[in-house]
């Protein structure tokens, strides 16, 4: 009975991914029970801390899928949204020729099921086997937490941290390994996991020299080993900023004047929202503020954005990879994240988030 099962098993997602995928592309298809046909699913391609949109589809029958061009084996996430509601995040892995299943119920896409033959897919559920029941519970939390929700909230990614990072001290270290690891480290800047830490240098000296000048390699290494921050009453961090022409600049070019610095990415919809008020500051204080944003975005997206949305004035970008530059010294952990500047090149004020009008409101309450 059990092998009649796994043949039907086998059947179903054969039919699912039907035809075969050409070699040079690759291919997703999901069934969703207990979703209503007007939810979007989402597929989004990881980029360091952001998230690329690649393609959106509309449940039909609680069916969706995606298709496209791929090289090598890519990691990718899949979300679920219903209005204004995300349903977590399915971690997944695309390959050429290659076709993914995905077969789930209700609106938490980090706890459907993936049937997949890619390595990396079968390497990922492993780890996300490891941490199934705090993921569980963490989906409990919904919106703005309570601060004994909050509290519940830490200890619950802490546990996440510590059994992923037992499990890597004997695991080969893999792609996937090391996005895992990333994580890890990432949580240590928010007071997670510090307690493990001492593992995770561990960790690191299993890296090759080669992985650790890898892009995820050096966020790993800049969350392991941060750099000094600065803040409210300390002296501007300063450094190269390169324009869409490929021209240096650097903040000191504005002294004299208030920096009203923006980090943000336009996979952020606060960022979005945020760019009309920036854009009437800078025209309006002209004399007075000089707005310079500093996009974390990757050189191919930053410079589509920008001529996508038009955008002009101080569009800055480092140009690095990993959590090694301006916005690491500025302490940025979520974004939009805003500095603002004396003209003496000190920092009056930090603050994240943005709402209508907040702008305004702080270069009032800030510049008399």
Known sequence: MKQLLCLLFAAVAVTACAPAVPAGEFRIVGKIENVPDSAVVRLYEPQGQMLRGMAVDTLVDGRFSFRDTISSPKALQVCLHIGDYQGGVLDIWAAPGKCTEIRGEGEQAWLWEVVSDIPEQRDEDIY???????????????????????????????????????????????????????????????????????????????????????????????????????????????????????????????????????????????????????????????????????????????????AEKQLAGNQWNELVDGDTGLGSRYGVKGIPHFVLIAPDGRIQDVWQGYGKGSLQEKIAENIK
């Open 128 to 306: 996300r086997a490891l941490v199934e029941p705090e993921i569980r519970e963490l989906n409990r939390f919904q919106g703005i937490l309570q601060p004994q929700e909050l509290t519940r909230y830490m200890e619950l990614c802490g546990q996440i941290s510590e059994k992923t990072v037992r499990h890597m001290q004997t695991a080969p270290v893999t792609e996937v390994w090391m996005n895992r690891f990333a994580e890890c480290a990432r949580f240590l800047l928010y007071g997670i996991g510090t307690a493990h830490k001492a593992e995770m240098l561990a960790l690191y000296d299993r890296m090759t020299e080669e992985q650790r000048q890898s892009p995820t390699g050096r966020r790993i290494d800049a969350c392991l080993n941060p750099v000094v921050t600065v803040g409210v009453g300390d002296r501007m961090a300063d450094g190269d900023l390169y324009d869409i022409d490929g021209d240096v600049h650097h903040l000191a070019e504005f002294l004299g004047k208030y920096i009203l610095l923006e980090f943000g990415s336009k996979g952020c919809g606060a960022c979005l929202e945020a760019i009309p008020e920036l854009k009437e500051i800078a025209e309006r204080c002209k004399d007075r503020v000089a707005v310079v944003n500093i996009s974390l975005d990757p050189e191919p997206e930053w410079k589509e954005f920008i």
